[in-house]
């Protein structure tokens, strides 16, 4: 049997009802929504200059945003404001039709433009205003269209198609205070021409009682219109204008982005032909769609989380057009993101053009999010790895940057504890060691260095690594130990290199040349030592006081190689008395002269000591770190 025919009839909507359902959706915020006013602006002048076969440059394109606040007779009022205007006959063929692809174009069909089904900003002003309405003049005629408190919506009853002087017009749209102050700007001087010539046509959308403003400060909706996705370019390239009641005219002008140090170059992707999807690939591009891009940006300041700023740490969709079908704030990617707060610093756009192919119907009405599809999900995926591979760089150079901060700061610790070092040394060991030798005065004088010490011994032919040193030998070294980093510090024994210590190496490390010449390296590759920058960082207290311990170990050991050279039996009793000794009055001298050193929580600030800790310190003056000790 065949398949019986079926008798079409038309569908019966009740359009009221219709209209309710999909509003909901549409129920945004303010600044989505004026972005949608601003669209349909730029469109219009779209529109203008292909009906004449004219380019209308963006410096003509003029638009006012305007809020007036609640009067003793007047209601709170948004308006946006063009100079294009438009007929009777589009405002039926088009204003007043409901989701229809071509409702931007009016008609044009090879015409780009902004708006996409021709239903956000109506949207708007029938969903988030208890009324509203379009307010046109072209050709000497005036309409107003719009919607009243029921929602139901027309030409207001009298202002159908009503020829009017271009005065009267201005006075009944409630702009005539504008004009004036408006054509007074020079950049608008191609306006002023055009009303000159008795040119004028103008559009005024408004909504009154708008919902959830409230005692809101209009500028920051004026300051979020700036950086909303859907509106960015527009008020980047047009003459967007933003007025409080019958304020000076501000003109709109997008933040200017600074892109991060070492990352001032857009990143660009080409979005491969197929993407995997679980077990299946999906088609990104074919013969009727080429292949897209995706393009990032860094910013030198981490977007905020949350508030106005926020709206920038986005992914913008481009259309193959010229708006915006669609923006995710990179949060809501849904992939497997790392580095998270490096994403902080990112934005960038995306140009697929297989997203606009009418058969998948993936741009959505609001152009908030794609249409959640195994294509748009591929896609997503993709760009957060794309992302990913960004912020890795993102994060190996900061690593690198606070290397370089650790070594400055490091630098500056360690020159500040060897000048009080020496001037413990010089006082201490003068008193400790006082009349050990007939007619030594005390201290280590010049060319006296500690000789060789643990680790090292001379033998036959060059030097082995057993058993302990003599401290007999003449020394070349410094009159105090020189305490330098290694894996940083110039090696002064090799002009133009360093010591590079491992792990296993001790936390105090000298080399047999080292032992003549009184030099000690602290290992910053210990794992101790590690740690604490890891965990930490080099500004820490901790980490102060790990370098502290380590002069503590070298003068104790100081302590050892100058008993042995004035003669003293190095019994345990000895040694174990003279370390109480050395021990006390080093840490003594630690407690008055170092106290902002151990104590403070900051004691260096841009790679100096602070005036504070520096002020603190009895032991040196010095502020800036001398590498020349």
Same mark, same amino acid.
């Given at each position: 049997?065949?398949?019986?025919?079926?008798?079409?009839?038309?569908?019966?909507?009740?359009?009221?009802?219709?209209?309710?359902?999909?509003?909901?959706?549409?129920?945004?915020?303010?600044?989505?929504?004026?972005?949608?006013?601003?669209?349909?602006?730029?469109?219009?002048?779209?529109?203008?200059?292909?009906?004449?076969?004219?380019?209308?440059?963006?410096?003509?394109?003029?638009?006012?945003?305007?809020?007036?606040?609640?009067?003793?007779?007047?209601?709170?009022?948004?308006?946006?404001?063009?100079?294009?205007?438009? #007929?009777?006959?589009?405002?039926?063929?088009?204003?007043?039709?409901?989701?229809?692809?071509?409702?931007?174009?009016?008609?044009?069909?090879?015409?780009?433009?902004?708006?996409?089904?021709?239903?956000?900003?109506?949207?708007?002003?029938?969903?988030?205003?208890? @009324? *509203?309405?379009?307010?046109?003049?072209?050709?000497?005629?005036?309409?107003?269209?719009?919607?009243?408190?029921?929602?139901?919506?027309?030409?207001?009853?009298?202002?159908?198609?009503?020829?009017?002087?271009?005065?009267?017009?201005?006075?009944?749209?409630?702009?005539?205070?504008?004009?004036?102050?408006?054509?007074?700007?020079?950049?608008?001087?191609?306006?002023?021409?055009?009303?000159?010539?008795?040119?004028?046509?103008?559009?005024?959308?408004?909504? @009154?009682?708008?919902?959830?403003?409230?005692?809101?400060?209009?500028?920051?909706?004026?300051?979020?219109?700036?950086?909303?996705?859907?509106?960015?370019?527009?008020?980047? =390239?047009?003459?967007?204008?933003?007025?409080?009641?019958?304020?000076?005219?501000?003109?709109?002008?997008?933040?200017?982005?600074?892109?991060?140090?070492?990352?001032?170059?857009?990143? @660009?992707?080409?979005?491969?032909?197929?993407?995997?999807?679980?077990?299946?690939?999906?088609? %990104?591009?074919?013969?009727?769609?080429?292949?897209?891009?995706?393009? %990032?940006?860094?910013? !030198?300041?981490?977007?905020?989380?949350?508030?106005?700023?926020?709206?920038?740490?986005?992914?913008?969709?481009?259309?193959?057009?010229?708006?915006?079908?669609?923006?995710?704030?990179?949060? !809501?990617?849904? $992939?497997?993101?790392?580095?998270?707060?490096?994403?902080?610093?990112?934005?960038?756009?995306?140009?697929?053009?297989?997203? !606009?192919?009418?058969?998948?119907?993936?741009?959505?009405?609001?152009?908030?999010?794609?249409?959640?599809?195994?294509? #748009?999900?591929?896609?997503?995926?993709?760009?957060?790895?794309?992302?990913?591979?960004? #912020?890795?760089?993102?994060?190996?150079?900061?690593?690198?940057?606070?290397?370089?901060?650790?070594?400055?700061? #490091?630098?500056?610790?360690?020159?500040?504890?060897?000048?009080?070092?020496?001037?413990?040394?010089?006082?201490?060991?003068?008193?400790?060691?006082? $009349?050990?030798?007939?007619?030594?005065?005390?201290?280590?004088?010049?060319?006296?260095?500690? $000789?060789?010490?643990?680790?090292?011994?001379?033998?036959? /032919?060059?030097?082995? =690594?057993?058993?302990?040193? *003599?401290?007999?030998?003449?020394?070349? /070294?410094?009159?105090?130990?020189?305490?330098?980093?290694?894996? *940083?510090?110039?090696?002064?024994?090799?002009? /133009?290199?360093?010591?590079?210590?491992?792990?296993?190496?001790?936390?105090?490390?000298?080399?047999?040349?080292?032992?003549?010449?009184?030099?000690?390296?602290?290992? @910053?590759?210990?794992?101790?030592?590690?740690?604490?920058?890891?965990?930490?960082?080099?500004?820490?207290?901790?980490?102060?006081?790990?370098?502290?311990?380590?002069?503590?170990?070298?003068?104790?050991?100081?302590?050892?190689?100058?008993?042995?050279?004035?003669?003293?039996?190095?019994?345990?009793?000895?040694?174990?008395?003279?370390?109480?000794?050395?021990?006390?009055?080093?840490?003594?001298?630690?407690?008055?002269?170092?106290?902002?050193?151990?104590?403070?929580?900051?004691?260096?600030?841009?790679?100096?000591?602070?005036?504070?800790?520096?002020?603190?310190?009895?032991?040196?003056?010095?502020?800036?770190?001398?590498?020349?000790?």
């Amino acid at each position: 049997m065949k398949n019986p025919k079926i008798n079409k009839i038309e569908a019966v909507i009740d359009a009221k009802s219709a209209l309710d359902m999909f509003g909901k959706s549409f129920r945004f915020d303010h600044v989505k929504g004026l972005a949608e006013w601003l669209k349909n602006s730029v469109d219009a002048y779209l529109r203008d200059g292909a009906a004449q076969k004219i380019h209308i440059p963006d410096s003509e394109q003029v638009i006012v945003v305007r809020f007036r606040s609640k009067t003793k007779t007047d209601p709170i009022r948004f308006e946006c404001i063009d100079f294009s205007g438009t #007929t009777h006959k589009v405002i039926n063929d088009n204003f007043a039709r409901w989701f229809d692809r071509m409702a931007a174009k009016q008609g044009l069909k090879e015409l780009k433009t902004y708006g996409g089904h021709g239903n956000g900003g109506k949207f708007y002003m029938r969903q988030m205003f208890q @009324t *509203s309405r379009f307010i046109t003049y072209r050709n000497g005629h005036l309409n107003i269209f719009g919607f009243d408190e029921d929602k139901d919506y027309g030409f207001l009853n009298g202002f159908e198609d009503k020829k009017v002087k271009p005065e009267e017009a201005f006075k009944i749209a409630g702009i005539a205070d504008l004009i004036p102050q408006l054509l007074k700007l020079p950049e608008t001087d191609a306006l002023q021409e055009r009303f000159r010539l008795k040119d004028i046509r103008f559009t005024v959308i408004s909504g @009154t009682k708008p919902e959830n403003v409230g005692m809101r400060k209009y500028n920051n909706l004026l300051y979020r219109l700036r950086v909303h996705p859907q509106a960015r370019n527009i008020v980047q =390239t047009k003459l967007v204008y933003g007025v409080l009641d019958n304020g000076d005219l501000m003109r709109l002008e997008p933040e200017v982005i600074k892109p991060k140090f070492g990352f001032e170059d857009p990143v @660009t992707f080409e979005i491969p032909e197929q993407l995997p999807y679980g077990k299946e690939y999906v088609a %990104l591009a074919n013969e009727k769609f080429p292949k897209g891009g995706l393009t %990032l940006f860094t910013s !030198e300041e981490p977007f905020n989380r949350y508030g106005d700023r926020a709206a920038l740490n986005c992914i913008n969709f481009k259309s193959k057009d010229i708006g915006i079908i669609a923006s995710y704030k990179i949060s !809501e990617l849904g $992939g497997a993101l790392r580095n998270s707060e490096m994403t902080e610093f990112v934005y960038g756009e995306c140009e697929c053009p297989i997203l !606009e192919d009418p058969d998948n119907d993936l741009v959505l009405n609001d152009r908030e999010h794609l249409a959640k599809t195994e294509l #748009t999900d591929a896609l997503l995926w993709w760009i957060c790895e794309r992302i990913n591979d960004l #912020t890795d760089k993102m994060v190996e150079r900061t690593k690198l940057e606070q290397q370089q901060i650790d070594l400055k700061n #490091t630098s500056i610790f360690n020159d500040f504890l060897n000048r009080w070092k020496n001037g413990f040394m010089s006082q201490v060991y003068g008193e400790i060691f006082a $009349g050990t030798n007939p007619g030594d005065a005390g201290g280590l004088r010049e060319g006296q260095g500690a $000789g060789m010490g643990k680790g090292e011994t001379e033998g036959d /032919g060059g030097s082995t =690594t057993e058993g302990s040193g *003599s401290g007999d030998q003449k020394s070349k /070294g410094h009159k105090f130990p020189l305490v330098l980093l290694s894996n *940083s510090d110039d090696d002064p024994l090799s002009p /133009g290199n360093t010591v590079n210590c491992d792990a296993r190496h001790p936390l105090v490390y000298q080399r047999r040349a080292d032992y003549e010449h009184n030099v000690y390296w602290i290992n @910053t590759q210990a794992p101790l030592a590690h740690k604490i920058r890891e965990d930490y960082g080099t500004e820490h207290v901790r980490w102060r006081e790990y370098m502290f311990q380590r002069y503590v170990d070298i003068i104790l050991k100081q302590t050892v190689h100058e008993m042995e050279k004035r003669g003293t039996q190095l019994t345990a009793d000895e040694i174990d008395n003279k370390f109480d000794e050395v021990s006390k009055r080093l840490h003594d001298s630690a407690t008055k002269e170092l106290e902002p050193f151990l104590f403070h929580e900051k004691f260096v600030s841009n790679g100096k000591i602070t005036a504070k800790a520096a002020a603190a310190s009895k032991s040196n003056e010095v502020i800036e770190p001398n590498n020349q000790l």
